[in-house]
């Protein structure tokens, strides 16, 4: 299996709500289209900041963390190649520049480590 990891942060003036809104209605359709056949999973992970001692929390450094998973190294390459297409990419690139701060976009390869754990005492 082959992981690609993405941060995305939404772009300013834009509420929280209005984004994640935006993204399922909107932008995930756009994924969907050019990630079917290739990826096996795309999952969008929305960060909330958790209250510091205080009660107090600081504007997140990124809004979604972006799963995608394709079975094979090849299914990763092909659907690179219909990303980069020039159809696909000013379809996704336009959309995008709606919604994204697309100069903090960062994506990156996942190596998966796991630890086992003990069962949880109750």
Not at 19 to 27: G, I, L, Q, T, V
Not at 34 to 40: C, D, H, K, P, V
Not at 45 to 56: A, I, K, M, Q, T
Request: charged share 30%; net charge negative; hydrophobic share 35%.
């Amino acid at each position: 299996m082959i992981k690609t990891v993405t941060t995305l942060k939404r772009k300013a003036g834009i509420s929280t709500a209005d984004f994640r809104a935006y993204y399922e209605a909107n932008h995930r359709l756009i994924g969907e289209k050019y990630l079917s056949g290739y990826a096996t999973r795309y999952m969008r992970r929305y960060l909330d900041p958790v209250l510091d001692s205080n009660g107090e929390s600081e504007e997140p450094e990124f809004d979604v963390v972006l799963e995608i998973w394709f079975p094979t190294m090849d299914a990763w390459r092909a659907c690179g190649e219909i990303l980069s297409s020039p159809s696909a990419s000013a379809e996704i690139i336009q959309d995008e520049e709606r919604l994204f701060d697309r100069a903090r976009k960062r994506t990156y390869m996942v190596e998966e480590v796991e630890s086992e754990m003990q069962e949880v005492c109750t």
